[in-house]
């Protein structure tokens, strides 16, 4: 399978366009230049998936209590936010308990190739630097404590990262054992100072958990654990990108200043909850507060409340480059953790990878397969899937259900606004053609041919359309607005007949519209069109669909699964309609309909638009609202041409004729007055 993106992130910065290869879920080679591409990625960027270091839970799974059903919906959510490799995180807890979650951890790696191993958070930790780690469960890493973890097979097996403090007695001899058994160290929760933290990382330690939170702070005389963290070469100092727990203009200068800083999240179980959902975590409550941050009943923050890719934008609204937010999380934490094959995008590495629009939202995931990741939430699935974690959908709350409905729209949205420049290519292309005497068709089935209709029909009192100039086409027929006709959909034949019909000519433009890309009959509309040299373009929710590919200009909205899975009518269906409502409201704009905030050409034929009219009349042409009405009625209610002939001084009839002049354009004709005067 051959992946094309009008950009690539290739060894730490964006080259492009190129194609990535994928056989066997692995990177075989990448391409320069534009090639012929099985998956044809139109705007964006691809990147390897993203590598979080620090996670001690998501979506409601606490990595500590996991089952396996739990961590199928961890990964799927992390997934689908572009994280493809995690290391779960198990906070401070009795030894016998760190165990038990090992075993727990190894069982989810066997099931997901994203489970990295486990990563102990503690217990070795300073007790004055725990933050919201249990006071009563820290200790000194004696041989004794070392002894009970490193003999339980399961965990030795698995445990790939271990955060403590190198300032407690036995730290730097545990550093050295630890390293000997091929376990990565990371400095963190500590009071150490400066002279403290070179001697661990003499003593192998590799990294530094959450630089800036829990630990001895920067002094301009005294660098302590964050000084050397960000200036020692042998160290990658981890820093949580949420903007709340480092400040925004810190987490700007640590990235700036150190080429292996990595961005975490450390975020917790409530991590895509609601705000004020409360969860046990770390044997006390937390509580999801504002800006996406864990708290204890204190007041303590006890992590974020983030997935990565909301980090890598939040480093990115902080003033980091995009590259450097990007390179942080995925080739530096690729590199801390000796992850030869992954974090790159490179021939042999794991075909982790991410589509992401120009906004930094993500679009779609890969993950090893080549196959899109089939995640939880977010954007990466067509809209027929089913989400997994929803299986539970009917037995939730009512304010969660309708909360769910809401989050989804809001991803949506982001969807629409990434596909903002083919929008706009496709109004200036229909408005070049009905300013030039042709027509818009509008073709569609089911809720995408009755939104169409919708519009077609709106746009007549709103813009003073003439009948005809907008023609929608349903398949089933009209009556098919009213009553389902499920089976008309596949009827090619229908589609052209309904077109010929019509009459239509390569002087017309025809936009299809179908949620999933691939609608037989607006497939066959757009084919027909083409043919006879009309514009065509396609409003579509999965990208690289049909539909795209045989309309000259492709709108793809990767508005992602719906929470009732192949319910288009809801947020495919919802960014559709203001798909439709931007795309004709702006081709009117264009064809001199409005003036300013105006709809000038409006059809007053009831008492509402009869005001509204008076309204525009004596704004525009700064009168009174009776002698807007009194033009008006000399105008027959026609707005442009009543304020033509008040500015201007003209008879009705002149004014007219001066708009017919421009075509009518309210604007040309007063700035013709203007330069005449």
Request: proline share 5%; aromatic share 4%.
């Amino acid at each position: 399978m051959l992946i094309s993106a009008p950009r690539l992130f290739l060894h730490g910065a964006f080259s492009g366009p190129g194609a990535v290869r994928v056989a066997h879920g692995r990177i075989v080679e990448v391409l320069s230049g534009s090639v012929a591409a099985d998956i044809r990625l139109d705007h964006g960027f691809l990147t390897p998936g993203l590598i979080d270091l620090h996670n001690n839970g998501a979506f409601g799974v606490d990595c500590a209590t996991a089952q396996p059903q739990d961590w199928d919906r961890f990964v799927a959510g992390l997934r689908a936010h572009g994280v493809t490799s995690v290391l779960p995180t198990i906070i401070t807890a009795p030894l016998p308990d760190l165990c038990a979650a090992a075993d727990n951890v190894a069982a989810a790696m066997a099931r997901h190739d994203a489970v990295l191993g486990l990563h102990l958070e503690g217990p070795f930790l300073a007790p004055t630097r725990r933050g919201a780690h249990r006071a009563d469960w820290v200790r000194d890493p004696d041989e004794a404590a070392l002894d009970t973890l490193l003999n339980h097979e399961t965990l030795r097996r698995i445990l790939r990262l271990i955060t403590l403090a190198p300032e407690r007695p036995g730290a730097l001899a545990a550093i050295r054992r630890l390293v000997a058994a091929g376990i990565t160290v990371a400095l963190g929760h500590t009071e150490a100072d400066a002279a403290q933290m070179r001697e661990a990382a003499a003593a192998g330690a590799r990294l530094v958990t959450h630089v800036f939170n829990a630990q001895s702070p920067l002094h301009h005389r005294a660098p302590g654990a964050p000084g050397v963290a960000l200036t020692d070469p042998r160290l990658f100092p981890c820093l949580i990108a949420d903007g709340v727990h480092v400040a925004p203009e810190v987490l700007q200068i640590a990235f700036a200043a150190c080429p292996r800083a990595v961005a975490v999240t450390d975020s917790l179980l409530i991590a895509g909850l609601e705000p004020g959902a409360t969860q046990d975590f770390g044997g006390a409550p937390v509580r999801l507060g504002p800006n996406g941050v864990g708290l204890r009943a204190d007041g303590t923050m006890a992590g974020a409340g983030i997935t990565l890719d909301e980090g890598v934008r939040r480093l990115i609204a902080a003033g980091v480059a995009p590259e450097v937010a990007l390179a942080a999380a995925t080739a530096r934490p690729a590199e801390a953790l000796g992850l030869a094959d992954r974090g790159r995008l490179a021939p042999g590495a794991i075909a982790d990878l991410v589509w992401w629009g120009e906004d930094f939202s993500v679009r779609q995931v890969w993950a090893g397969s080549g196959a899109p990741a089939m995640g939880s939430i977010g954007l990466s699935r067509g809209t027929e899937t089913a989400r997994d974690d929803l299986l539970d959908l009917d037995e939730r709350p009512t304010t969660e259900i309708v909360s769910l409905f809401l989050a989804q729209e809001v991803a949506a949205q982001r969807a629409l606004a990434a596909a903002a420049p083919a929008l706009a290519a496709l109004a200036d292309g229909v408005a070049a053609r009905l300013r030039a005497g042709g027509r818009l068709f509008y073709v569609g089935a089911g809720t995408s041919g009755r939104l169409g209709l919708l519009d077609a029909v709106e746009c007549g009192p709103t813009f003073g359309v003439p009948e005809g100039l907008i023609v929608p086409i349903l398949a089933g027929g009209e009556m098919a607005f009213l009553r389902a006709a499920e089976g008309a959909e596949d009827d090619e034949e229908a589609a052209i007949a309904a077109l010929s019909a019509h009459g239509l000519s390569a002087a017309d433009a025809l936009v299809g519209i179908a949620a999933s890309g691939g609608t037989p009959f607006t497939l066959a509309a757009i084919r027909h069109a083409a043919a006879l040299g009309a514009l065509t373009g396609a409003i579509l929710n999965n990208p690289g669909g049909k539909l795209g590919e045989a309309a000259q200009i492709a709108v793809p909205i990767a508005s992602g699964a719906e929470i009732i899975a192949g319910s288009t009518r809801l947020s495919a269906g919802s960014t559709q309609k203001i798909a439709l409502n931007i795309l004709s409201s702006t081709v009117m704009i264009r064809l001199g309909k409005t003036y300013g905030p105006y709809m000038v050409d409006v059809r007053a034929t009831n008492e509402k638009l009869r005001h509204r009219a008076i309204r525009m009349t004596a704004k525009i042409a700064n009168v009174s609202e009776p002698a807007a009405l009194l033009a008006l009625q000399a105008c027959g209610m026609h707005v442009k041409t009543a304020v033509v002939m008040l500015l201007l001084a003209l008879s009705p009839e002149e004014a007219a004729q001066r708009l017919a002049q421009t075509s009518g354009s309210l604007r040309r004709a007063l700035n013709e007055r203007s330069r005449r005067t």
